[in-house]
């Protein structure tokens, strides 16, 4: 259809209800549930409702979920892809059978731009960059080589490939910046801290540890502190989300700055799948807001944050 509402019979929901089929990545990180819980929050409020699936971080079931959704005719799927290739053949078929689909926090590599109707996420390699800005700040005036250990989000996934790369561009421009090593921790605590234990071990002199998320970079501090070493001095931590657990670390003295990546975007799909639903034009491309929080800013910003 044209984004209306289907009313043949086996259109899926109430007579009047809005149905939103939502494929989610997992329940991999507090930043992930924080999302979840916006999305699923959100949709309540405003009465449309929600088909949510959990795809475990798997590609395979976030695609058999959204042809699920296709066989339910509901009125439009969003969903965050998990990695950003491979989507087109299922995009293609969710356009042949006239449901829009909106795209959230990650984006797909897909030339053909007809098959998500908007994509509404932050801009990962612009926190790639703030978080080397912190380093090249941080450094600046000293003239000693700085070890880089980075822990990676899951392999493929669009905040993994461009975290790294805003990073890497950034600390280019100080030659004393060395990437001793960088190996994913799939974004999640337990990865995050076995990899830094292997990091510890094959590298005695590290001075910076970047995590691509909270989750990784709170798994590393419980390995560095095994280590021996101290979190936040002996080993400054830089790291991406800005979930209560990282405020907390910055309160303690052992995450030394988070660039906020925003979860909290329910709301603003939702108000999305009205628009498309009630055939509106919407943006291309919706951007969240979010900043940079230091140390020193942790205490007074912690009571207030949401996730
Ligand atoms: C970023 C989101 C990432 C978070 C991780 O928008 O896709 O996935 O940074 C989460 O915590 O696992």
Known sequence: GDGTRDDDAGAAGGDDKIVLGFAQVGAESGWRT???????????AEGIELQFTDAQQKQENQIKSIRGFIQQ????????PVVNTGWDPVLKEAKAAGIPVI??????????????????????????????DWLLKEYEGKNETVNIVELQGSPGAAPAIDRKKGFADAIAANPNFKVI?????????????????????????????????????LGAIQAIEEAGKKPG?????????????????????????????????GPQLMDLVK????????????LTEEGVFTQDQAAAALPSRQY
């Not at 995050?192 to 234990?197: A, D, F």
């Open 73 to 80: 005719k509901v009125d439009v799927i969003a969903f965050s």
């Open 103 to 132: 795209l959230t926090d990650r984006a797909v590599d897909s030339q053909d731009t007809s098959l998500y109707v908007t994509f509404i996420g932050s801009d990962f390699i612009l926190e790639g960059k703030r978080a080397g």
């Open 34 to 44: 924080a999302n979840t819980k916006s999305i699923q929050d959100s949709a309540k």
């Open 233 to 265: 001095t002996d080993i400054k931590i830089i790291s991406i989300d800005g979930v209560k657990d990282a405020f907390q670390a910055m309160v303690d003295g052992k995450i030394n700055v988070v660039v906020e990546c925003n979860p909290l975007l």
């Open 275 to 286: 628009k498309v639903v009630a055939g509106e034009t919407v943006e291309k491309r919706i």
């Open 181 to 217: 090593a960088s190996q994913t921790g799939e974004f999640t605590r337990a990865k995050g801290k076995e990899v830094m234990t292997a990091f510890l071990q094959s590298n005695p002199d590290i001075d910076v540890l970047y995590a691509h998320n909270d989750d990784m970079a």
